[in-house]
């Protein structure tokens, strides 16, 4: 494999593990009383990079990080609106796993506010992240929902 490619391999990993660095760090803020600073802060300074207990963890894209965790805190009413109106009338987001709402949170912060980034890549990251936490059902819930969302939000990239 070339320099170049290996590069490239390393910026993508390193952006899907600050997504699934926010998921966790998201679904953290919602089971402990801790504000998203703090979270961060304890990211940067114990997990992201550092080695525990003997394994090296690998380094993610920290700007990325805080940006979906800092930016999906302060959209969190609008991106619940967004979630919820596409939800089944017999799903609430509130009755959703923890998990579950932190990943689709983040998500869809991303898809309303990176747009330099093609919604069907972020769509795919988050579905593979889903995969992380869930066997079952959940990361094509999880792909429902985002391609719903993403077609009201960015619909030019669907025509």
């Known amino acids: 494999m070339s320099n170049k490619s290996e590069k490239r391999g390393d910026k993508h990993s390193r952006r ?3 997504r699934l660095n926010a998921v966790q760090a998201f679904y953290q803020m919602g089971i ?3 504000s998203a600073d703090a979270i ?3 990211y940067l300074e114990h997990r992201l990079g550092a080695e525990i207990d003997g394994v090296q963890f690998k380094d993610s894209d920290k700007n990325l990080f805080k940006d979906l965790v800092l930016g999906a805190k302060e959209r969190l009413e ?6 919820s109106d596409v939800l089944d009338k017999d ?11 932190a990943t689709l949170k983040v998500a869809v912060y991303e898809l309303l506010a990176s747009l330099d980034s093609n919604s069907k890549v972020i769509i795919t990251e988050y579905v593979g992240i889903s995969r992380t936490f869930f066997t ?3 990361p094509s819930f999880v792909n429902g929902v985002l391609d ?3 077609r009201i939000v960015r619909p030019t990239e669907f025509e």
């Open 16 to 18: 899907t593990l600050a």
């Open 78 to 83: 609008e991106i619940d609106t967004q979630i």
């Open 91 to 101: 799903r609430t987001l509130a009755r959703l796993e923890l998990v579950m709402q």
């Open 32 to 34: 402990e009383d801790q």
């Open 40 to 42: 961060i802060k304890e």
């Open 148 to 150: 719903r969302i993403a």
């Open 136 to 138: 079952g059902n959940e």
